[in-house]
T-cell receptor, first 113, second 115 residues
């Protein structure tokens, strides 16, 4: 079935370090791909998305490129801040039908000054 | 701020009881989805309602049921609570009429603890 696999956390970085969080997916159709962020005590916020192969989603310095050949959607940021500390979820939605999101298990990021 | 609110924030129930969780969608959004997020896991899709009818369901038993009302509010009902139902319950709303239907707006969630 359709699924998303993320790298396990926690990921611990110093401020201004480079961030990569790996995400790969398995899907029967042509999914849209998403990254959501969850800050402590809050719900999910959409961070970025890509709807077709080779699309690059970007927001707040974060980027991810939809790679169909490797079925990946890795999240990157060039210089993280303490305020980026949160749990990051990769998700997919299969085209057609209702708007069901399939999430990975999440990756916790902790950024230290 | 997504405009999606949920109540209550926290809830404690005992095994076998019934619970109702509430969600108020963003104004104008005619679609609401409910997700269950167990501790340390990603959200799992429970079901979706569109114009007051269920139009999609995940792998959850019938004791999980829902309602959607014309005023953009909705409910998630869980009967015969089990310990494994302890989780954060998230609702998400969207407007199927907009040009970009993929964006779902999540509420802050209700933390349910079953003892």
């Amino acid at each position: 079935g359709d699924s998303v696999t993320q790298m396990e956390g926690p990921v611990t970085l110093s401020e201004e370090a480079f961030l990569t969080i790996n995400c790969t997916y398995t899907a029967t159709g042509y999914p849209s791909l998403f990254w959501y962020v969850q800050y402590p005590g809050e719900g999910l916020q959409l961070l970025l998305k890509a709807t077709k192969a080779d699309d690059k989603g970007s927001n707040k310095g974060f980027e991810a490129t939809y790679r169909k050949e490797t079925t990946s959607f890795h999240l990157e940021k060039g210089s993280v801040q303490v305020s980026d500390s949160a749990v990051y979820f990769c998700a997919l939605r299969i085209a057609g039908g209702y708007n069901k999101l399939i999430f990975g298990a999440g990756t916790r990021l902790a950024v230290h000054p | 701020e997504t405009g999606v609110t949920q109540s209550p924030t926290h809830l404690i129930k005992t095994r076998g009881q019934q619970v109702t969780l509430r969600c108020s969608s963003q104004s104008g959004h005619n679609t609401v989805s409910w997700y269950q997020q167990a501790l340390g896991q990603g959200p799992q899709f429970i079901f979706q309602y569109y114009r007051e009818e269920e139009n999609g369901r995940g792998n959850f038993p019938p004791r999980f049921s829902g309602l959607q009302f014309p005023n953009y509010s909705s409910e998630l009902n869980v009967n015969a609570l089990e310990l494994d139902d302890s989780a954060l319950y998230l609702c998400a709303s969207q407007d199927k009429q907009v040009a970009v239907p993929d964006t779902q707006y999540f509420g802050p969630g209700t933390r349910l603890t079953v003892l």
